[in-house]
């Protein structure tokens, strides 16, 4: 496919090849839609195999940022920059400064944070050439892992309502996947709740806090998939609903923060035809995400909160979409983005 065929495909704006050779930079820098207002997507940087696969990279994770952000009602559009790492060692102050650089011949088109493989101190660098970053050290909302985990503690709210006719996590049993910044924060909303909570994660010391602060029961990382539970929370890892793991769940619901759940788009429909409600990944862990409205668009954390919780409605739209149209909620997940980025939608 060449390469105006690939965009054209994919529906994006604008894609821009940037470099500076003496900074040893090497970017990709995607605006997918600035329909809802201006891009707002992370930097990632990445030692990949072929130019290529940085191009498919950035155009596939600027388009994702268009439906979340449209989903999350951030008011904003979507966009993404790859940054193909340089060989060996390099002077991570001369690549950023060159990106905060590239960044701001877009006049604010796109905005920036950080992603896989930076950092807060990184966007500090961007920042010394241009105000369109955030993710900085100590600013705007702070620790976005605390918004995520109470997000997904609403959305699963919703799924159970979905599934059950009721919201009450009390007496459920929720297997949390990941016991990291998400998981650790989601399990104390959970246990608040009244949620009985198994746990795993490959990290010995977190499970065993776990076990302590909740009286978790623990079980093995390669077991939590399948474990014997009302709710799974995948909350560490992405593409673990897949060809082998999506028959042994016994759970009716699955609803948690990790990115890119599903390996592919077909594991949604597989998902359905099992009965078990799944709440669409990023729809549900939008909490972070909506920090952003801090800097975007000044909201205070009292407002970050409402939207937040307001995550329990956009869940339960999303699955009354699907039933409604009969779709895997994946799909009605991308539906009802799609709703919102037309020019006449709310
Ligand atoms: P984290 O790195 O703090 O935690 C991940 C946890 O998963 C770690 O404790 C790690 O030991 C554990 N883990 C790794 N492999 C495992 C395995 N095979 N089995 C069990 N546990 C395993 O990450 P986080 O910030 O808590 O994010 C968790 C997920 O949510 C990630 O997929 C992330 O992309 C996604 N997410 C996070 C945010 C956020 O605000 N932090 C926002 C949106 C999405």
Redesign the pocket.
């Known amino acids: 496919m060449s390469i105006f065929d690939r965009i054209a495909s994919l529906g994006h704006e604008q894609v821009i090849f940037c470099q500076e050779p003496a900074s040893q930079y090497r970017a990709i820098l995607c605006i997918h839609s600035t329909r809802l207002g201006p891009a707002i997507g992370g930097t990632r940087v990445l030692r990949y195999a072929s130019e290529e696969d940085a191009l498919v990279d950035a155009l596939r994770l600027s388009r994702a940022m268009t439906y979340k952000n449209a989903a999350a009602g951030l008011g904003v559009g979507g966009g993404k920059a790859v940054i193909l790492a340089p060989e060996g060692d390099f002077d991570r102050e001369k690549l950023f400064r060159a990106h905060g650089r590239a960044i701001d011949r877009l006049g604010g088109r796109f905005t920036t944070g950080e992603d896989v493989g930076t950092s807060p101190a990184d966007m500090e660098f961007v920042a010394l050439e241009t105000k369109w970053v955030g993710g900085r050290t100590g600013r705007a909302g702070g ?7 109470l997000g997904v503690f609403c959305g699963m709210q919703a799924a159970a309502h979905a599934q059950w006719g009721s919201r009450d996590l009390r007496g459920r049993s929720v297997a949390i ?8 924060a989601l399990g104390q909303h959970l246990h608040e709740a009244g949620a009985r909570l198994i746990v ?4 010995v010391d ?1 499970v065993r806090r776990a076990r302590e602060a909740w009286d978790a029961t623990s079980v093995e ?2 077991a ?1 998939l399948a474990a014997e539970a009302d709710i799974l929370a ?5 593409g673990v609903l897949n060809d082998e793991s999506v028959p042994r769940i016994r759970a009716q619901v699955v609803a ?5 759940q599903l390996l592919d788009d077909c594991h949604g429909a597989m998902l359905a035809g099992r009965g078990i409600v799944y709440a669409p ?1 990023y729809i549900i ?5 909506l920090t952003a409205g801090v800097g975007l668009h000044g909201w205070s954390l009292a407002e970050v909160e409402t939207k937040v919780r307001g995550i329990f409605d956009t869940v339960g739209e999303v699955l009354a979409l699907a039933r409604r149209d009969g779709l895997p909620t994946n799909q009605a997940a991308d539906r009802f983005a799609e709703i919102r980025l037309q020019p006449s939608g709310s």
């Open positions: 620790d976005p892992s605390p918004w995520t985990a996947q990941g016991l990291g910044n998400v998981g650790m795993a994660d490959v990290n977190r990382p390669d939590v995948p909350c560490a890892l992405g948690g923060a990790a990115n890119n990944d862990n939008a909490g972070g995400v």
